[in-house]
């Protein structure tokens, strides 16, 4: 398998709270991609990181990224009813490779 | 500018039947994929093609599915004997060019339940 076991969670918060969610992968990837999938839709990508990137910001969105560890979070700060999701990293194997998805944490916001 | 259609939204099976399903890609974008995520997992990766090519189809179970792009815009996809196993939704997605670092654009799926 590509992952590591840090991406088998599920988290329960309340609206206004912060969050991170980490992955870890076992291949080299060129970058790693967060995507967001709400109930009965596909996944819609959040953020993407290079590996010459350590920090990407977008929003309430953060995401950092260590090569060194094969690492990657993704933080939430002021989380909202509506963030409820799963959230999915995705690397590429080193490049020229179709995108591969880790097994998501499931985020629960209460209002 | 419209997304990625699938058709259709849910289907249910008796084991040994078979099913068809269409993706209309955003126009312009080159590669279509194909992605199978059983519940509660991630997307896994079935086949993906640019214009019309496959470029990687070694996940796809070849002895019950198929994948065509015939005049590389619309993408079908064919189970012909589905398996309980097969239970999933299936994803396509599209990007401009396939390049690594490009966004995929998801379509809603298709629902597969096999009986």
């Known amino acids: 398998s590509q992952w590591g076991e840090e991406n088998l969670q599920a988290l329960s918060i309340q609206e206004g709270e912060d969050v991170t969610m980490n992955c870890s992968y076992k291949t080299y990837t060129t970058v790693v991609q967060w995507y967001r999938q709400k109930s009965g839709k596909g996944p819609a990508q959040l953020i993407l990181i290079r590996s010459n990137e350590r920090e990407k910001r977008s929003g309430r969105l953060r995401a950092t990224l260590d090569t060194s560890s094969q690492s990657s979070s993704l933080s939430i700060t002021g989380t909202l009813a509506t963030d409820t999701a799963v959230y999915f990293c995705?690397?590429?194997?080193?490049?020229?490779?179709?995108?591969?998805f880790g097994t998501g944490t499931t985020v629960s916001v209460s209002p | 500018e419209a997304g990625v259609t699938q058709s259709p939204r849910y289907a249910v099976l008796q084991e040994g039947q078979a099913v068809s399903f269409w993706c209309d890609p955003i126009?312009?974008?080159?590669?279509l994929y194909w992605y199978q995520q059983p519940r509660d997992q991630g997307p896994q990766l079935l086949v993906y093609f640019r214009d019309e090519a496959v470029i990687d189809n070694s996940q796809l179970p070849s002895d019950r599915f198929s994948a065509v792009r015939p005049k590389g815009t619309n993408s079908t996809l064919k189970i012909q004997s589905a398996k309980q196993g097969d239970t999933a939704t299936y994803l396509c997605?599209?990007?401009?060019?396939?390049?690594?670092?490009?966004?995929?654009?998801f379509g809603s799926g298709t629902r597969l339940t096999v009986l």
């Open positions: 126009s312009g974008h080159d590669t």
């Open positions: 995705a690397t590429d194997g080193g490049g020229g490779r179709a995108l591969i």
């Open positions: 997605a599209s990007s401009p060019t396939g390049v690594s670092a490009e966004t995929l654009y």
